[in-house]
């Protein structure tokens, strides 16, 4: 079946750049989406990427997509103590619906001042 | 962006007890809904889709008599987890949907966390 994965934890210094990893197994995925959980909070769409794109940039937030080997990644830039949160991938399996979603597990980001 | 409030956000409740979660669309109508559930260090399930008016749409796994989804109007749906136990404590997260084609976005509710002791 599908699946989504992405590491669990990433660290780095206020300032740096952070780029969260992620593959997926399904190709026909139409559209690939980036959210950001804070404590306590719901989901909040940071931004997505269409299949045929292969970069998407967005003020501080890239989206680079390698459709071959399903890989996507995130890098914020200048990254700072409020971007920490935990960020999942998905992929969309119902021709780009974002409500019928495959997640990866998240990635926890910590910012260190 | 839209606003989909969720309550409570937070609940504990008593073995054999059953819990009734809202998901609320409050600035657009939302004409499907979505119900997730999150374990600890895992990621977001998808539950089931509900379509207003018309029965849930349960994924391989759900007990459809267990988790019963509700979607009488275009701003409200709700789950009742019946007969809990405390495998049933989790994260519990809708998101809506007003149905527009490709890349309609989803807007989702703060979560609920449910412990049954």
């Known amino acids: 079946g599908e699946d989504v994965e992405q590491s669990l934890f990433l660290s780095v210094r206020e300032g740096d750049s952070s780029v969260i990893n992620c593959t997926y197994t399904?190709?026909?995925?139409?559209?690939l989406y980036w959210y950001k959980q804070e404590p306590g909070a719901g989901l909040q769409l940071l931004t997505y990427?269409?299949?045929?794109?292969d970069m998407k940039q967005d003020q501080r937030l890239t989206v680079l997509l390698n459709k071959k080997d399903k890989h996507l990644s995130l890098r914020i830039a200048d990254t700072q103590t409020g971007d920490s949160a935990i960020y999942f991938c998905a992929e969309s399996i119902a021709g780009g619906s974002q409500g019928n979603l495959i997640f990866g597990k998240g990635t926890k980001l910590s910012v260190k001042p | 962006g839209a606003v989909v409030s969720q309550h409570p956000s937070r609940v504990i409740c008593k073995s054999g007890t059953s819990v009734k979660i809202e998901c609320r669309s409050l600035?657009?109508?939302?004409?499907?809904m979505f119900w997730y559930r999150q374990f600890p260090k895992q990621s977001l399930m998808l539950m089931a889709t509900?379509?207003?008016?018309?029965?849930?749409?349960?994924e391989q796994g759900v007990e459809k008599d267990k988790f019963l989804i509700n979607h009488a109007s275009l701003t409200l749906s709700t789950l009742t987890v019946t007969s809990a136990h405390p495998e049933d404590s989790s994260f519990y997260i809708c998101s809506a949907t007003h149905w527009g084609g490709p890349n309609t976005e989803a807007f989702f509710g703060q979560g609920t966390r449910l412990t049954v002791v």
């Open positions: 509900s379509n207003e008016g018309s029965k849930a749409t349960y």
């Open positions: 990427i269409f299949s045929n794109m």
């Open positions: 600035d657009f109508q939302a004409t499907t």
């Open positions: 399904d190709s026909s995925s139409t559209y």
